[in-house]
Each structure stands twice: as structure tokens, then as C-alpha cells.
């Protein structure tokens, strides 16, 4: 029972450097997000799909980009990496919204130098 | 503007004992609360959850109080047991026409000592 499984794990990059996490799950869930955690911060949401094929903005955005071509499968690219975007990376996935429970990826560790 | 607050960023108890954490929050609009669990190297875990219709919820050891005219929720553990120890994050959810939002606290660790 894989549940949500977040590929690489650790990943060290240079600033303007480009590249992409990828989140699976075999849940069949609709909803998918991709979360940053930082010290202090909690969990903050970057890009959220309800769905196969849509994607929309979470809490901060800027410098992400996400694509949900297949419903088991959600991407978050960073085209121009910053050192501000060394942090961990969540990815959960839900049934539906609001009241159900996400389930959550072992996480990414980023590092941009 | 931090909408969901854990004020306390980590909280230490005496295996057998209760351990309290708690979470407030300022969006009157937030209807629906979870308690999340994380240990070390892995993702949060769903833990419990409260819906504002409601001022208790309880699942064996855990129970969640929410205090709406407080704007507050407390999670409870008793007994505490030192496998508890890990971090946890309170999170509010409001429904609103073509969506949702759900936003989390910082999280407060916990440590329950043998």
C-alpha cells in the first residue's frame, strides 16, 4: 500500500537551476496539493487540483509551476531555482476537500545554494 | 497574518500523564478543524478531526475540544505514551462557493519523557 509517494527525496541544486518533483498516489484521489514547510511557517500550500487537468494557486505560488496531466500523478517545477525555495516539500492528496483528511508524501528535502 | 496559531512550539510530559496542545484561530469562516501528526523523515498523518457543529469529538486516547466563541481548540492525550512524542499540527478548513481553504498551524513538538 504505497498511498502517496513523493520522488527524489533529498535533492541539492544551484540558483537557476530548473527541476521538477513528482508526486504519485494510488488512492484514487480528485484532490491533489503540493505544501512547503519551513521553520516556524507550518505547512503553506503552493498549487492545489481538484481534478485531472486543472490546477489552481495556493498560498504562495510565485516561482512554482504544476501540471496534472494523469489523476495519480502531480508536478511541481521550479524553473529558476532561488535559494529561497530551499525548504521541504509535501505532497498530499484528499477524496474530495474541506473536511476529508489529506494524505501526505515522506516529503522532499531541497537545498539551493 | 497567521490565521491558524500554535502559540506553545513545543511541549514536554511525563509518560502516563495528559498532554494538552493547543491551537486558536482568527477566521470565524473555519468550520471544520483536523489534528495532523508528523514524526521525523516522514509526512503528516491524520490524526482527528472536529467540525464546528460540535464542541468535543474523542478516538480512545485522543480528544479534540473546540471553543468557537474562544476561537480555540485543544487537543487532548491521555495517557501519553512516549511513541506520541512526534509533532503535531492543528488545521482549519472553510468551505466557501467553488472551493475551500485550509490553512495549518507552525506545529508543536512534543516530547513525552519515559
Known amino acids: 500500500n504505497a498511498g502517496v509517494t513523493q520522488t527524489p527525496k533529498f535533492r541539492v541544486l544551484k540558483t537557476g537551476q530548473s527541476m521538477t518533483l513528482l508526486c504519485a498516489q494510488d488512492m484514487n484521489h480528485e484532490y491533489m496539493y503540493w505544501y512547503r514547510q519551513d521553520p516556524g511557517m507550518g505547512l503553506r500550500l503552493i498549487h492545489y487540483?481538484?481534478?485531472?487537468?486543472?490546477?489552481a494557486k495556493g498560498e504562495v505560488p510565485d516561482g512554482y509551476n504544476v501540471s496534472r496531466l494523469k489523476k495519480q500523478n502531480f508536478l511541481l517545477g521550479l524553473e529558476s531555482a532561488a535559494p529561497s525555495q530551499t525548504s521541504v516539500y509535501f505532497c498530499?492528496?484528499?477524496?474530495?476537500?474541506?473536511?476529508?483528511?489529506?494524505?501526505f508524501g515522506d516529503g522532499t528535502r531541497l537545498s539551493i545554494l | 497574518d497567521q490565521q491558524v496559531k500554535q502559540n506553545s512550539p513545543s511541549l514536554s510530559v511525563q509518560e502516563g500523564r495528559i498532554s494538552i496542545l493547543n491551537c486558536d484561530y482568527t477566521n470565524s469562516m473555519f468550520d471544520y478543524f483536523l489534528w495532523y501528526k508528523k514524526y521525523p523523515a516522514e509526512g503528516p498523518t491524520f490524526l482527528i478531526s472536529?467540525?464546528?457543529?460540535?464542541d468535543k469529538n474523542e478516538d480512545g486516547r485522543f480528544t479534540v475540544f473546540l471553543n468557537k466563541s474562544a476561537k480555540h481548540l485543544s487537543l487532548h492525550i491521555v495517557p501519553s505514551q512516549p511513541g506520541d512524542s512526534a509533532v503535531y499540527f492543528c488545521?482549519?478548513?472553510?468551505?466557501?462557493?467553488?472551493?475551500?481553504?485550509?490553512?495549518f498551524g507552525a506545529g508543536t513538538r512534543l516530547f513525552v519523557k519515559a
Open positions: 498530499a492528496s484528499s477524496y474530495s476537500g474541506g473536511v476529508q483528511p489529506q494524505h
Open positions: 488545521a482549519a478548513s472553510a468551505s466557501y462557493t467553488g472551493g475551500f481553504k485550509t490553512i
Open positions: 487540483s481538484v481534478g485531472e487537468g486543472t490546477t
Open positions: 472536529i467540525s464546528s457543529i460540535k
